[in-house]
């Protein structure tokens, strides 16, 4: 059985920076692709970050290209997000997931999630 658990979330400034923190039980953690994803209520689920088995192959979103960094450490079975810069509009609920494949990027490839964890960006 495979658990997600996110943490690092929180209240902070625009232009601040946050990190978060995804810790996943199971075995074989790194022979999949892990992702980070947000949701604003009433709009879809989207990507913000996704990482080969590997790591050596990451995928950022548009919108946060340049601002946020996406990092895994198989050895503890942990995958990371940093996130500087940031801004009012990427305040949302982030949820980190595995895949079922080494490397992808579509959300309906990924099947184990986490509870997600709330992050707020002031003006």
């Known amino acids: 059985q495979v658990q997600l658990v996110e943490s690092g979330g929180g209240l902070v400034q625009a232009g601040g920076s946050l990190r978060l923190s995804c810790a996943a039980s199971?075995?074989?953690?790194?022979?999949?692709?892990m992702g980070w994803f947000r949701q604003v209520p009433g709009r879809e689920r989207e990507i913000v970050a996704a990482i080969s088995w590997s790591g050596g192959v990451t995928h950022t979103a548009d919108s946060v290209k340049g601002r946020f960094a996406i990092s895994r450490d198989n050895a503890r079975n942990t995958v990371a997000l940093q996130m500087n810069s940031l801004k009012p509009e990427d305040t949302a609920v982030y949820y980190c997931?595995?895949?079922?494949?080494?490397?992808?990027?579509?959300?309906?490839?990924?099947?184990?999630w986490g509870q997600g964890t709330q992050v707020t960006v002031s003006s």
């Open positions: 997931a595995r895949a079922r494949t080494g490397w992808t990027t579509y959300s309906y490839e990924y099947e184990y």
């Open positions: 199971g075995r074989a953690f790194s022979r999949y692709a």
